[in-house]
């Protein structure tokens, strides 16, 4: 596709159990950045990829959130032992590298936990 | 926290021109300002960016003061469906690796 696309779209998940949301960037973008929106809030910036390192893991909240990206292209965040905190819209978005280049978002993955 | 500061909310008039602030009065001489709106549970959509120089494009134009320090947004023509959440953000690369740090925006309602 032309665009960012995240998947699923939606996801209920019971309290302790893993989750893992899926990103597919823009081809040819090699930065990957996942964001975190909470209901009402602004985006929460959670880690960053060029290509398939991870040079900026600053806003991962805690242990339990991890990220990977395979290929320079797909990417995976996962949310180990899940908690009602985490219930948000996860978003991803693509570049190419340099601060001068437009930053593509995906429609998120809203993650609800119950 | 944010580098950008926005007004909460702002109201215009179908037909007429939007003009939404910015204030970035601690940007470095490498970040860009960007603009990106935000519609009801959508993803945020790209509209402008510039440097130091006033930018126009199909969607919007970008007036960046000569200090750099505040910018504004301008919808010529805002229509019902440009009603969203507005953001300001700033970008730069190099050890700031091209992220984007979102403030809480300005929601603007265009109406009838």
């Known amino acids: 596709g032309a665009g960012v696309s995240q998947s699923p779209s939606n996801k209920v998940t019971e309290k302790g159990k893993d989750v893992e949301l899926r990103c597919d960037p823009i081809s040819g973008h090699t930065a990957l950045y996942w964001y975190r929106q909470s209901l009402g809030q602004g985006l929460e910036f959670l880690i960053y990829f060029q290509g398939n390192s991870a040079p900026d893991k600053s806003g991962l909240p805690s242990d339990r959130f991890s990220a990977e990206r395979t290929g320079g292209s797909v990417s995976t965040l996962t949310i180990q032992r899940t908690q009602q905190e985490d219930s948000a819209v996860y978003l991803c978005?693509?570049?190419?590298?340099?601060?001068?280049?437009?930053?593509?978002f995906g429609q998120g993955t809203r993650l609800t936990v119950v | 926290d944010a580098k950008t500061t926005q007004p909460p909310s702002m109201d215009c008039a179908e037909g007429r021109a939007a003009n939404l602030p910015c204030n970035h009065s601690?940007?470095?001489?490498?970040?860009?300002v960007y603009w990106y709106r935000q519609i009801h549970s959508q993803g945020p959509q790209y509209i402008i960016h510039?440097?130091?120089n006033n930018e126009t494009n199909e969607m919007a134009s970008l007036i960046i003061t000569e200090d750099r320090k505040s910018s504004t947004l301008i919808l010529p023509h805002a229509t019902l469906r440009d009603t969203a959440v507005y953001y300001c953000?700033?970008?730069?690369?190099?050890?700031?690796?091209?992220?984007?740090?979102f403030g809480q925006g300005t929601i603007l309602t265009v109406h009838p």
């Open positions: 510039g440097l130091k």
């Open positions: 601690t940007i470095s001489g490498n970040e860009y």
């Open positions: 953000t700033l970008r730069a690369g190099g050890t700031s690796y091209g992220k984007l740090t």
């Open positions: 978005a693509s570049s190419l590298e340099g601060a001068n280049t437009e930053a593509f």
